[in-house]
């Protein structure tokens, strides 16, 4: 049985850090040793069993935080279960269909490729104009980003329990 976890995160508001937070809750519901840190903070793999690695999503790239998480662990990552999430898409809809398929930043293909990932999932974000600075306010407005809290807290739920299933297949979530 699979039992020490770490979800690692990287957030710059902190809609990311909640669904991080949220996965790991569903995890240690489950029975399982959760360990929630934020990426830049990981200086050690080695006591735990599995990984689960979100970022935040800007213009179509992850947290240098969580794209450094990868570089310094692919290694260890290759030989460990992995989850990997991505937050940011904001709007009504599929989080998949709102990025045009993306699911995951082109320029860490080959460390995914290396890792082999169990999931990759997209989960929509938050996005709060009281969060802001002037210059990402203008370019929301430029865009015409939709504001508000787009997560899907059911999805999110629902994910970190296929993880439970996959890390204990006897636990029934």
Request: hydrophobic content about 45%.
């Amino acid at each position: 049985m699979t039992s020490r976890i770490l979800v690692a995160y990287a957030s710059k508001h902190g809609a990311t850090t909640e669904i991080a937070e949220k996965i790991g809750e569903i995890l240690s519901e489950a029975g399982l040793t959760v360990k929630v840190l934020p990426a830049e903070q990981v200086d050690d793999l080695t006591p735990f069993d599995a990984v689960v690695l979100g970022s935040a999503v800007y213009a179509g790239s992850w947290r240098k935080e969580a794209v450094k998480f990868l570089e310094d662990y692919k290694a260890l990552l290759a030989k460990i279960p992995v989850w990997l999430f991505s937050s940011g898409p904001t709007g009504e809809g599929d989080p998949v269909t709102l990025t045009k398929g993306w699911r995951f930043p082109t320029a860490q293909q080959p460390l995914i490729d290396r890792i082999h990932p169990h999931d990759i999932a997209v989960f929509q974000g938050e996005l709060d104009m009281e969060k802001l600075n002037f210059a990402e306010k203008l370019i929301i407005k430029g865009v015409k980003a939709p504001v508000g809290d787009f997560r899907d807290w059911d999805v999110i739920t629902d994910w970190a329990a296929s993880i439970v299933g996959a890390l204990q297949p006897e636990v029934v979530t």
